[in-house]
């Protein structure tokens, strides 16, 4: 049976081999007598889960050593307060504001930061371009600088992290990958801290993964809680608090799944970059050669991941979802704040479902534009 094409934001899609071997593990995984969501986080069985999680994704983003990987509950929501009472030690922490997600962990850093300073923002543009790093006034001595990679609802993304150092900052990088997250390579030398919630690139909702510098770690405020405490979770192989174990064994399937991609002579992310950029060429070049759909976000700094579109012809948005629908496209419709359309196409969509929906774009126009 064909599935429906799923393009929601998140939780978002998962790879259909991913959830089969999940369905067939479900009583049983590896004649253990149990389900995952069974086990002791503790026993040997989990711990052999985990381990295989954890170097999985060290070896598919290849994670230098120097960074420790968390496994943690929250999503990239519970971050925006668990970095700055991390990192920002009572200090000032520096933000660049391109969209939504980036203006709630601003906010969320005030509680906890002795100053915020916006180094730079994509307001003035109605968030559909992105500051040019050299414009970036970043402040002396801050404790870190924030940017999130891709905003899921405005649909922009940094395609290459900034390098803060050629800037003349020596802020480390804290960067919100959540909409990205495994999508494509990462220069981990710009990077002190990422981090990103699984339901997006990774799995199911409930697992957030950091990704942070050793010796940015140790110095969280008295008032941070013992199981957001990053040291205590590294040291406990992210068992402190009892684990999101059902979202690190879902994760670790993932990671084996994107392992063995390929594209041409890539394999892996690289693999997954390649098919990534080819999903965004495709549908970004039909709505620009439409006379009924258009996108607002300037061609450089375009996502590849949420695809934001709108109809010329806004009374035509409940009959173009009814149609999708009827055609096996799913959650099309655009993030109540902004309006419109959202295709979210990441690493699980394949180019067949792009195709999909590019045809089915064409047919309406031709019935409805």
Known sequence: MQR???????????????????????????????GVMEMSHRGKEFISIYEAAEAGFRGLLAIPPE?????MQGGGLAENAIVPL???????VDFVVTGSWSQKSQ???RKYASDVNIAASGEASGFTTLPEPASWTPSVGAS??????NETINGVEFHELPDLRALGCDAPLVVDFSSHVASRPVDWSRVGLAFGG???????????????????????LPACPSAFDYPLVADNQSTYNTPPTWGIYMAGL???????????ESRGIAAMERRNIAKAELLYGTIDGSQLYYNKVSPPCRSRMNVPFYLRDEALNDAFLAGARERGLLQLKGHKSVGGMRASIYNAMPLAGVQALVDYLHDFEKVRG
């Open 4 to 34: 429906p094409y799923n393009f929601s934001a998140g939780p978002a899609a998962i790879p259909e081999e991913v959830l089969r071997q999940a369905a067939a593990e479900m009583l049983d995984w590896h004649g253990s007598g149990m």
């Open 67 to 71: 960074f420790k990987i968390l496994f």
């Open 86 to 92: 991390n990192l920002s030690r009572a200090a000032g």
């Open 107 to 109: 906010k969320e850093a």
């Open 144 to 149: 870190y600088l924030h940017i999130c990679s």
């Open 198 to 220: 699984a339901q997006k690139n990774i799995g199911p909702a409930g697992l957030t993964i950091v990704v942070v510098r050793e010796d940015l770690i140790g110095q969280a």
């Open 254 to 264: 993932t990671f084996d799944w994107l392992a063995r991609q390929t594209e041409g």
